[in-house]
């Protein structure tokens, strides 16, 4: 049953709660979390590999997230069929926007701060591909027509991100989280 906030909890304190105990250093979080396996390590790179390549075909969602220049953040999901990010060199892509909601808080963001975070998922699939690096927004380009949606229309706007980083993530999140089995589905 969700939790239900009366109108004195509708804002978080200032303060901390009773009882709470806040993580104060980087140090503290390494003693909690232990030392990352190397091999984590050296999975994160700035360049697609054929692995990456084969998810963002499958790939029809990725979450897209941005941040102002305040710092303030935002996340946006962003979908089509099936391979819709444009592989533009190893180390650049282009996301298609496609009709939404109008309000552009992804674009206002990247004018304000190029940084952004691309997280992708294939429905059914293990894998998470995270994509991190710095984007701008083009009006047009020449490989606009190869992003055309299904109708042929050409996208009025595409964001491209020049990565930083790529890291493929276990799929333990997905695997605890029943993300992909429908018996764990709740109507809504």
Partial sequence: MPHTIDAAEDRPDTGTGEGWVELGSRAELRELLGEPWPLVIDKVHDRLTDEDLEILARSSFCLLGTSDADG?????????????????????IALP?????????????????????????????????????????????????????????????????????????????????GMWKPESWQAG
């Fill in 97 to 177: 926007d496609r009709p939404g909601n109008r309000r552009g808080d992804s674009f206002h963001n990247i004018l304000d701060n190029p940084r952004a975070g691309l997280l992708y998922l294939v429905p059914g699939g293990k894998q998470v591909l995270r994509i991190n690096g710095r984007a701008r927004i083009l009006t047009d380009a020449p490989f606009f027509d190869a992003m055309a949606a299904g109708d042929g229309r050409r996208p009025a706007l595409a964001i491209v991100l020049d990565i930083d980083e790529i890291y493929l993530h276990c799929p333990a999140s997905l695997n605890r989280s």
């Fill in 72 to 92: 303030n953040c935002d996340v946006s999901p962003r979908g089509d069929a099936p391979g819709f990010t444009h592989v533009l060199a190893p180390g650049r």
